[in-house]
């Protein structure tokens, strides 16, 4: 059974920075794509940003330029390092995996909360 631990959540004012991190249980070279999604109250789940073994990065429109993610396949983690965040940003964060290409995200972690408020 796949397991995927983040953490790094917490509360942060606007304009601040936090990191997020993803771990999972097995090799994370075993995912060919590891992603971010993040839920707002009362809002659907999203796509944040996802990263391929190959390092192919794609992000949501909204945190283009404040986001970054990556993969540190020697600490077997996924980062997702988030500058100049907004209110709007405030959300539950989840991490994602899936083994093949073209297909859906099969593997979630619990998620952790990023509070984005003064």
């Known amino acids: 059974q796949v397991q995927l631990v983040e953490s790094g959540g917490g509360l942060v004012q606007p304009g601040g920075s936090l990191r997020i991190s993803c771990v999972p249980s097995?090799?994370?070279?075993?995912?060919?794509?590891m992603a971010w999604y993040r839920q707002a109250p009362g809002k659907q789940r999203e796509l944040v940003a996802e990263?391929?073994?190959?390092?192919?990065?794609n992000y949501e429109d909204s945190v283009k330029g404040r986001f970054t993610i990556s993969r540190d396949n020697a600490k077997n983690t996924v980062y997702l390092q988030m500058n100049s965040l907004k209110p709007e940003d405030t959300a539950v964060y989840y991490c994602?995996?899936?083994?093949?290409?073209?297909?859906?995200?099969?593997?979630w972690g619990q998620g952790t909360r990023v509070t984005v408020s003064s």
């Open positions: 994602a995996a899936k083994i093949l290409p073209g297909r859906a995200f099969e593997y």
């Open positions: 097995g090799s994370l070279l075993a995912f060919h794509t």
């Open positions: 990263i391929s073994r190959g390092d192919w990065r």
